[in-house]
């Protein structure tokens, strides 16, 4: 199964801009790259998802680098709310009927005020 | 719309003891899943259902946990007899079905056991 690299953790100011990184050099050309974030004391929920081109949704964006070797999650504005952990996951649907979902650590974002 | 409910919230046992948690995914899901996630990591999958089938339970400590879904709904997990490395948050997910790029999994809010 392919891998995602993350930082542990990241910082940001309330109000900013985050850019939350993820490396998949393993990347499949079949594997979509999803995005999930767990709040304080909560399950995980869906972010984002896209393949090749960059997506936008209401609560993030997804750049995707033109190689697919890379990925961003972008938040527009901080706020406090979004101290969360990230999770980039990859998901190869073609593979087998019921793929597996495989979680790292992800990135433990905290958002000062 | 209600999302995937889960009970107890919180359980403390002792080691050796048994422990059961449910879980009740959204109306409709065929898939659910449950995720064993130890403080500090990523959830790790335990078993996975489609309707009341089994279609991965390779993580699965089958010596110890066990888990079903009757009717292809609700789901029950037991540990039988509880370890002290089991003391985790165990969470549920369900979705609805394999759209292109992968279905979105719902979890629960998820059980902490404690185990001492």
């Known amino acids: 199964d392919a891998k995602t690299t993350q930082p542990n953790s990241m910082e940001s100011n309330e109000e900013e801009p985050v850019h939350l990184p993820c490396n998949h050099s393993?990347?499949?050309?079949?594997?979509?790259i999803h995005w999930y974030r767990q709040l304080p004391s909560q399950g995980p929920e869906y972010v984002i998802h896209?393949?090749?081109s960059n997506v936008n949704n209401r609560m993030a964006s997804l750049a995707i680098a033109e190689d697919r070797k890379s990925s961003t999650l972008i938040l527009h504005r901080a706020t406090l709310r979004d101290a969360a952990v990230y999770y980039c996951?990859?998901?190869?649907?073609?593979?087998?009927?019921?793929?597996?979902?495989?979680f790292g650590p992800g990135t433990s974002l905290s958002v000062i005020p | 719309e209600a999302g995937v409910a889960q009970s107890p919230r919180y359980k403390i046992i002792e080691k050796r003891q048994s422990v059961a948690f449910w879980c009740n995914p959204i109306?409709?899901?065929?898939?659910l899943y449950w995720y064993q996630q130890i403080l500090g990591q990523g959830p790790k999958l335990l078993i996975q259902?489609?309707?009341?089938?089994?279609?991965?339970d390779s993580q699965l400590p089958k010596d110890r946990f066990s888990a079903e879904r009757l009717k292809g709904v609700d789901s029950t997990l037991k540990i039988q007899p509880a370890k002290l490395e089991d003391s985790a948050v165990y969470l549920c997910?369900?979705?609805?079905?394999?759209?292109?790029?992968?279905?979105?999994?719902?979890f629960g809010p998820g059980t902490r056991l404690t185990v001492l």
């Open positions: 896209g393949l090749t």
């Open positions: 259902f489609q309707n009341n089938g089994v279609v991965d």
């Open positions: 109306s409709g899901h065929a898939t």
């Open positions: 997910a369900s979705s609805f079905f394999k759209r292109e790029g992968g279905d979105t999994q719902y």
């Open positions: 996951i990859l998901r190869d649907v073609m593979k087998t009927s019921y793929d597996k979902v495989i």
């Open positions: 393993t990347i499949s050309g079949t594997d979509y």
